[in-house]
């Protein structure tokens, strides 16, 4: 019984002190570490970008979504190195809001990595189609961020 209730104690710490984190923890702190980000939610939507929400910019995000990826193809990241962008667009008002985008790479080991146009693609697009408001998620060996922001 004892062994029991330390095993349980045991796990549970394990698990309590790998998934906890505090309020100013960043993804940045723990790059290897994998915490499901998911979509976000409020911030400016894809739609928005122009700055008028009714627009739909679906189109003209993939096709940002496919220049980030031509950029970032063939590029070697060693573990926890990342390659970003950032794509402004023309507000209709005036100024410019934009995209920030990165590849994180989040493997085990030491190995470097480079992704392809099509992991790339594929990641990005499944993002675009499921959160509105952008998104940071693991696909494969790599963590990918889309993130539309108000503002250069």
Known sequence: ?????FLLSLALGLFTGIHARPQNWSQMECPTCFHPVG???????FNGLH???????????VNDI????LGAQGVVLKPTEKFSDCSEWAKSSG????IEWYI?????GADDRAAT???????LNRELGGCSSG??????????RIDPQKGA
Not at 39 to 45: A, D, K, W
Not at 104 to 108: R, V
Request: hydrophobic share 20%; net charge negative; glycine share 14%.
């Open 117 to 123: 146009w099509e992991e790339c693609n594929a990641a």
């Open 39 to 45: 979509c976000y939610h409020g911030g400016l939507p």
């Open 66 to 69: 496919n220049r980030f990826c």
């Open 135 to 144: 998104s940071e998620q693991k696909h494969g060996e790599f963590r990918y």
């Open 95 to 98: 100024g410019t809001n934009r």
């Open 51 to 61: 700055g008028d929400s009714r627009q739909n910019l679906h189109q003209e995000v």
């Open 1 to 5: 019984m004892q062994t029991t209730n």
């Open 104 to 108: 994180l790479n989040i493997g085990g």
